[in-house]
Nanobody
Framework: VQLQASGGGLVQAGGSLRLSCVASGRTFSRYGMGWFRQAPGKEREFVAA????????FYADSVKGRFTISRDNTKNLVYLQMNSLKSEDTAVYYC??????????????WGQGTQVTVSS
């Protein structure tokens, strides 16, 4: 299984970015997908997750109302739309595939990460 995340970059506070993650190697629509992030000197933290169909979505309190997770099972893609970005959102963002959870160990496969930097 391979996960490839993209879409990160430098954005001003208040701006938006959309992250994408394409998966290959097994039936995409059978698995939950999640986004996590890790800032320098901090542990990896949960951002958002969705179940196999996209009908259930879960968010960290810190991003509720600003970020939206979605998936397209016809294209093996999961997205993270990030609006109203804040400097504290600066981190490397990772997509992951496995059981829907806020716990990193519940995910079997991880992408390589994409850097998001929000300037204030």
């Amino acid at each position: 299984v391979q996960l490839q995340a993209s879409g990160g970059g430098l954005v001003q506070a208040g701006g938006s970015l959309r992250l994408s993650c394409v998966a290959s190697g097994r039936t995409f629509s059978r698995y939950g997908m999640g986004w996590f992030r890790q800032a320098p000197g901090k542990e990896r933290e949960f951002v958002a997750a969705t179940n196999w169909s996209g009908s259930s979505k879960f968010y960290a309190d810190s991003v509720k109302g600003r970020f939206t997770i979605s998936r397209d099972n016809t294209k093996n893609l999961v997205y993270l739309q990030m609006n109203s970005l804040k400097s504290e959102d600066t981190a490397v963002y990772y997509c992951a595939q496995g059981s829907v959870s806020a716990t990193p160990s519940r995910y079997e496969y991880w992408g390589q990460g994409t850097q998001v930097t929000v300037s204030s």
